[in-house]
């Protein structure tokens, strides 16, 4: 069974979190929602989530992906914790799917994987890394990196994801169940 790690710091968006888990778990992958801090966390529309588990209890277990919220001041908490940016640069070398949406580029971008990339992001998250070839598509794929532009994107992102960790013929067939 494939697996995603979808993080979840205070202040992030729920709306994001959320639609990704629920649409990786329609389709039958094994998602872990890891929270920054011990407990339910309050993410950017004071909506308060309980976490799977700790991101220190999952960091040193194996994951097909990874997935960044977005979300003020989330992504902020998620680009200055170490343990966040140590993750996503070892699943990057270990060519695992890295994924984010919103501010949440701006985190992998802050890690040092958007140098030379093509990614998306909300409108000026990524105004201060030069390096990154900013694309405004709804979903920027560049290799196993895969970004997104924000809340109105996150279904589409999601179903994307679900298509890489499961193929295309599950990913329609929780889209046609979603009755879009």
Do not use: W
Not at 69 to 84: F, I, K, S, W
Not at 113 to 119: C, N, S, V, Y
């Amino acid at each position: 069974m494939k697996t995603a790690l979808v993080l979840f710091a205070e202040g992030s968006e729920e709306l994001e979190a959320v639609t990704i888990v629920n649409i990786l778990r329609r389709a039958g992958v094994n998602v872990t929602l890891a929270g920054t801090a011990d407990g339910a966390l309050r993410g950017s529309r004071n909506i308060t989530l309980q976490p799977d588990k700790t991101l220190e209890a999952v960091l040193h277990e194996d994951f097909d992906m990874i997935v960044l919220p977005g979300g003020q001041p989330g992504t902020d908490h998620l680009a200055t914790d170490a343990r966040v940016l140590q993750l996503v640069q070892r699943m990057n070398r270990e060519e695992k799917y890295v994924a984010a949406i919103c501010a949440a580029p701006s985190v992998l971008a802050a890690a040092g994987l958007l140098d030379g990339k093509r990614a998306t992001c909300y409108p000026s998250c990524l105004d201060d890394y030069p390096k990154v070839h900013l694309q405004t598509a709804a979903i920027v794929e560049d290799g196993r990196l895969i970004t997104s532009r924000g809340p109105g994107t996150a279904m589409d992102f999601a179903l994307l994801l679900a298509e890489h960790l499961v193929g295309a013929a599950k990913r329609q067939a929780v889209e046609a169940g979603l009755v879009r």
